[in-house]
């Protein structure tokens, strides 16, 4: 009989290191049973509305995600049933007609900026944390990764961030704070953080 799956949610704004901690975790146990599920691949399906009306979408309000689906497949999953996960064509802003079939695991990691915001997610996870990193490293991040892994420019990303990333951190992600069983400040460079969330998992994996 196996047991439950359990979820762990991780969470912090935009270049906090929370993937970092994510895949820390994911990769602490090669050839387990443990996947990731980002909460980005559950953007709205955006085929009904013009591409002019796509350009506007604001990407860091909870609006944006389908979290019905996203609950949905959470709950196939637990019940070790296979998903199929969406695919989010981020050149039309819209959800593509590739998915990826997901086999069920007995870890879950769902990382993204509003996995805690709403009440129904928070509901399935077995553990929730929030990678705490201060503004402006989280900026310099964010700076360096879309100028070199994505061809901004550096007013568009300081535009962008003022406009829309800074608000909706201070109204939808850092208020999420307050639900997570663990802070982990630093993200990905705080290793006794990561090193103790990987012996809770081990134990729930049955590995030393």
């Not at 870890?107 to 929730?128: A, C, F, N, P, S």
């Not at 420019?153 to 208020?175: A, G, R």
């Amino acid at each position: 009989m196996k047991n439950k799956p359990i979820i762990i949610g991780v969470t912090g704004g935009s270049g906090s290191g929370k993937t970092s901690v994510s895949r820390a975790i994911y990769n602490h146990f090669p050839d387990h049973s443990i996947m990731m599920l980002e909460h980005d691949s559950y953007y709205k399906d955006q085929s009904g509305i013009s591409f002019e009306e796509r350009l506007k979408t604001n990407y860091d309000h909870p609006f944006a995600f389908d979290t019905d689906l996203l609950i949905e497949h959470l709950k196939q999953l637990l019940n070790y049933q296979t998903i199929e996960k969406p695919v989010y064509d981020y050149v039309a802003h819209t959800r593509s007609d590739a998915v990826i079939i997901q086999e069920p695991k007995e870890v879950i990691i769902l990382e993204g900026i509003l996995v805690l915001e709403d009440e129904r997610l928070r509901e399935l996870m077995d553990i929730k944390l929030y990678v705490d990193t201060d503004d402006d490293i989280r900026i310099i991040r964010r700076i360096k990764r879309d100028m070199e892994e994505r061809g901004r420019t550096l007013d568009s990303v300081i535009e962008q961030y003022l406009t829309v990333v800074k608000p909706m951190y201070h109204q939808f992600i850092e208020p999420t704070k307050r639900y997570a069983d663990i802070i982990i400040p630093e993200g990905g460079e705080n290793h006794v953080a990561i090193d103790l969330l990987a012996t809770k998992v081990g134990t729930f994996l049955n590995h030393e």
